[in-house]
């Protein structure tokens, strides 16, 4: 009976329908009435990424064995068993605290990863709930062109652009001008606009 139960535990969580919310800088992801938060949605290869979550509670306990929660990062198409590193989530709602310990260390390699909230059960199987995409490295969604290449001094410029994501405006995403050469992490552009969601120009 208590296998029978498992299995309809796990297509029922399997089945459930994942809402992503943006708010601020932070992303969430809500599913069986639990909800895990990162604080954004790109990293750096070594940057820290800090994590909440609410909803977590015995509920599950009696009739699957779930002893408890864990939250997992991994690389996005990856196995269930396949994670970089993993956590327990206790059945108190924990905020994002940037003084916390609740924190994932990014890959060092570029790409794409999720962070994975599961319920592990008595006999360490796993079932997956839900998962907030992330991306390391630069963000390479998005281009840009010039209807115009050579300008004058103090000429009014076109920069065309499109494939802005949401998380990208959250990031305050922009376009720049700078000296062929010049170190675009010092922020030394001589002009530079946000851009909006989508496509557009500036």
């Known amino acids: 009976m208590k296998k029978l139960l498992s299995i309809l535990l796990a297509l029922t969580m399997c089945l459930s329908v994942m809402t992503f919310t943006v708010s601020a800088a932070e992303v969430s992801a809500t599913a069986q009435g639990i909800t895990v938060t990162i604080d954004k949605s790109n990293y ?10 609410s909803g977590v509670d015995d509920r599950y306990e009696e009739i699957s ?11 996005a198409g990856s196995e269930h068993d396949d994670y970089i590193d993993n956590d327990y989530a206790d059945t108190e709602s924990a905020e994002i605290n940037y003084d916390s310990t609740n924190y994932f260390t990014a890959p ?10 599961y319920w592990t059960c008595y006999c360490e ?19 840009i062109s010039l209807p115009k290449t050579d300008c ?21 995403a922009f376009v720049g001008i700078y000296r062929d050469g010049d170190d675009i992490k010092g922020w030394t552009s001589y002009d530079y ?7 557009g120009q500036v």
């Open 65 to 75: 064995g779930v002893l408890w929660a864990t939250l997992a990062i991994s690389k």
């Open 125 to 143: 199987e796993q079932y997956f709930v839900l998962s907030i995409p992330i991306t390391v490295g630069a963000v390479k969604t998005g281009t």
């Open 152 to 172: 004058i001094a103090n000429e009014t410029m076109v920069v065309e652009y499109s494939g802005i994501t949401s998380e990208m405006v959250n990031g305050q």
């Open 108 to 117: 060092a390699e570029d790409g794409a990863y999720e962070i994975r909230f």
């Open 193 to 199: 606009k946000e851009v909006k969601e989508g496509s």
């Open 44 to 53: 750096q290869p070594g940057e820290k990424i800090y994590y909440g979550w």
